[in-house]
């Protein structure tokens, strides 16, 4: 074929291979004319993206085949697999480069890339939310967010710079935690936080909800790519390429790697083990060396040059320097170290070195071994915040493991004397956290047994190990006494020492706990109210209420609430207040019960957040008792709406916590009370519903009403069948269907009420229900 003429020159014929050239730009668009790559160039960039992508598909296999390694189960096997997968996808995606000519691979380029890219950075960013939500107290996300200042020292702009920089991570975590509760309107309910504290201690995050949050940040770039294969205007092709598409869809792009920056910047020891700032940090900065050595390039070619290969290579280059880096830094380094690293390697080595130590004794103290049991806990908690039960069990084994002088830790056989007389200072500190950590960890998934071994070992641990009377902070052992208070009050430790009844027990352990917080106020409130709920479960309801005097000359929810409800799950000290109301009815000190139920309305409620309906309603109904056995039916209306109801409106029907099943009889119960002259009628859907088969009320729920709020929700069902019967005339049938089953629910709080041998247990919720249960056999 004869060559052309151009300009006087000889320049190829169509044939051949001509190079990009922009004609022109007008409207928003560029105007371009595309070359054709070569054979030979084709067929080695694919052959070197399929290796590449091939590697990153056989890492992708490797984390779901392996995702319940305990190692990887902290890496999140299920989002990192998606950032790996969609990291091949952004790697395979650069071949479409090679069809410069072809309208298809140009205008699917940018829709393809964009997406998998901002996957990769959206991922990176809900797994370090996910993981600082876990490991960071999500009180402080929301009193942060909320305008509270962040105390910072000095004045320079680096003290400025970095307060500005936690300020941002604060309010970027609590956006995402934001959105995550979205996915209640979206059918995904979720149990409300039990906390008293009212904010969410440790977020529980699940996958599903951080696949939920990423699916919501990607919507922008979703959105857009598919209006730009969807609009023929802003559709690339081989001779047009629409710039303001292109440059919203690059900003979209880098936002969600800013983000992962920002989400990766907190400080902690914890934080330091799972940080992933420094690996996206040095993939952004490789991909920006890349693209300042490619985007020069690619301007200098003139127009005259004919090198479409090598503008398909800069642009391939361009891609892979953000893709591959990113793969490395963040899967293949992972994936390479679980393939080589274990507990169990690190508890070899220390055993070697404790064989090759003459003095054994002082390997106690080994930095690296403290170092390594701490690193092992730290992940335990977190295998346990995110559902991972078996491997948070196995990881605190290892944790305890290390302690060891022979074998391994096990609940069963725990520490021999002459390994606890062995502890260092550190050791103790430990051994005793990581024992009531996995107690707590298990405490609701595992055998009685199982719970509660640990955490009675981590005690008597503490109590006979003799490096105890040289420990300047003793706060560790606080959550042991806490939790050993709460499980015996509850019912589930319901073995004691020899010669030691519950009661006598409790109050022991309880008095410790005082004694050892004496000088720590918030943890000093929390042992006070524990004791004066053992002395109440004694029927020393005088004492109880000198102790929550005492406390309360020291407590201010304000200050105090969610800082006890963070270090403990809970904070008892509100609940202890508002029983204390009926400690004092009980004791016929009618002024002082009002006065309580007003300090517990003005000062406790408002700490409650309206998300924790629980622990709203723990509080209300001691108070709703108290009022309206004093007459203030009215007022306990007005409360109920306020705290209750129109929260409860703005949840939608797809919310979940044990406080549902109570709403709506105590709303009945309360409406009753309030309207003599109710009709009958009215109450039509009620009747059925009280009648019908369904279970009204959990047994564990109503566990949890009795212990906690001395008003069994069975007596409340059975006093709205009592009450709405007596109105219904003698000859409707309904009339003896509510009396039965009023009593066949009073006969089920008896049982709960008494104990096997026919003792009153809960003195005050039993007055209650004696009435209630008296009135229907009667009637009966």
């Known amino acids: 074929m004869m060559p052309s003429l151009r300009g006087g020159g000889i320049s190829p014929s169509l044939d051949e291979y001509h190079p990009i050239r922009i004609l022109s730009a007008a409207d928003g668009q560029m105007i371009v004319e595309e070359g054709t790559t070569s054979l030979s160039f084709r067929i080695c960039v694919g052959i070197i993206l399929s290796l590449l992508t091939c590697v990153q598909l056989l890492v992708a296999v490797y984390f779901i085949r392996n995702r319940t390694n305990s190692l990887l189960l902290l890496s999140q096997p299920i989002p990192l697999t998606l950032t790996v997968f969609a990291s091949s996808v952004a790697t395979l995606s650069a071949y479409l480069f090679a069809f410069p000519e072809n309208d298809i691979a140009c205008a699917s380029r940018q829709p393809i890339i964009f997406t998998s890219l901002s996957l990769i950075g959206t991922l990176l960013s809900t797994r370090a939310w996910r993981i600082g939500s876990i490991l960071a107290p999500a009180a402080d996300f929301a009193s942060s967010a909320g305008g509270g200042e962040i105390p910072y020292g000095g004045n320079n702009n680096s003290s400025r710079s970095k307060l500005t920089i936690e300020r941002a991570h604060t309010v970027a975590m609590s956006i995402l935690t934001s959105l995550s509760t979205l996915s209640i309107a979206c059918g995904k309910s979720r149990r409300i936080t039990l906390g008293g504290g009212g904010k969410g201690i440790r977020r529980q995050i699940d996958t599903t909800q951080l696949l939920f949050v990423t699916v919501i940040l990607m919507m922008p770039q979703l959105t857009l790519q598919i209006l730009n294969v969807a609009i023929p205007m802003m559709r690339a092709t081989s001779t047009k390429r629409p710039i303001v598409p292109f440059v919203i869809g690059v900003v979209l792009t880098a936002i969600p790697f800013f983000l992962a920056l920002l989400l990766n910047t907190s400080e902690g020891s914890s934080w330091q083990i799972f940080q992933e700032y420094e690996m996206i940090k040095s993939s952004v900065l490789i991909a920006l060396t890349v693209l300042v050595v490619t985007i020069p390039s690619m301007l200098m070619l003139p127009a005259e040059v004919e090198v479409p290969n090598l503008t398909a290579f ?24 679980i393939r080589t690293k274990s507990f169990d390697n690190s508890k070899d080595v220390l055993s070697r070195r404790n064989a090759s130590d003459s003095a054994s004794s002082q390997m106690n103290d080994d930095a690296v071994k403290i170092s390594a049991a701490e690193e092992a806990m730290t992940m335990a908690k977190m295998l346990g915040h995110m559902g991972s039960l078996d491997a948070s069990v196995d990881a605190f084994h290892k944790t305890l493991s290390f302690f060891k002088l022979q074998g391994k830790y096990s609940i069963q056989d725990g520490f021999t004397r002459k390994e606890i007389q062995s502890f260092s200072a550190k050791s103790l500190e430990v051994v005793v956290t990581a024992l009531v950590t996995m107690a707590k960890t298990i405490d609701t998934h595992s055998p009685r047994e199982l719970c509660t071994k640990p955490v009675l070992d981590a005690l008597s641990i503490y109590d006979s190990a003799p490096v105890r009377r040289h420990l300047k902070d003793r706060s560790f052992v606080f959550p042991v006494l806490s939790y050993i208070c709460v499980g015996v009050q509850g019912g589930k430790i319901l073995e004691f020492p020899e010669g030691q009844d519950q009661a006598d027990y409790l109050l022991g352990v309880a008095n410790t706990f005082v004694s050892e917080t004496e000088y720590q106020c918030f943890h000093h409130c929390r042992a006070l109210a524990l004791k004066a709920a053992s002395l109440a479960q004694q029927l020393k309801f005088d004492k109880a209420v000198e102790v929550i005097n005492g406390m309360n000359r020291i407590y201010d929810p304000v200050k105090h609430s969610r800082i006890i409800a963070e270090e403990y799950g809970s904070d008892h000290c509100c609940n202890a207040m508002a029983l204390s109301a009926l400690w004092l009815k009980h004791l016929g000190r009618e002024q002082e019960a009002i006065i309580m139920c007003d300090d517990v309305i003005e000062r406790c409620l408002p700490e409650i957040d309206e998300r924790n309906m629980l622990g709203r309603i723990l509080l209300l109904i001691p108070s709703i008792a108290v009022l309206l056995a004093y007459g203030q039916l009215e007022r ?53 519903w009280l009648l019908n088969d369904q279970e009204k009320m959990p047994d564990l729920v109503d566990t949890i009403y009795t212990s906690k709020a001395q008003w069994s929700p069975y007596d409340l069902y059975s006093e709205i069948c009592l009450r709405i019967a007596k109105k219904l005339e003698k000859d409707d049938p309904r009339r003896a269907l509510l009396m039965t089953e009023g009593l066949r629910l009073s006969h089920l709080a008896d049982s709960k009420l008494k104990n096997e041998s026919g003792d009153v247990v809960h003195p005050i919720a039993f007055s209650i229900h004696n009435a209630v249960m008296s009135e229907l056999e009667e009637l009966v």
């Open 314 to 337: 800069l642009q391939t280059a361009s891609l892979l320097g953000l893709a591959l880096p990113l793969f490395y830094q963040i899967a293949f380094i992972k994936f390479n170290s």
């Open 636 to 688: 306990t209306v007005e409360l109920f709406t306020q705290f209750v109801i129109e929260p409860v409106k703005r949840f939608g029907q797809n919310w979940s916590s044990p406080a549902k099943p109570v709403i709506r009889p105590m709303s009945l119960l309360l409406k009753i009370c309030s309207q003599s002259e109710v009709l009958i009628t009215e109450l039509d859907d009620d009747i059925e």
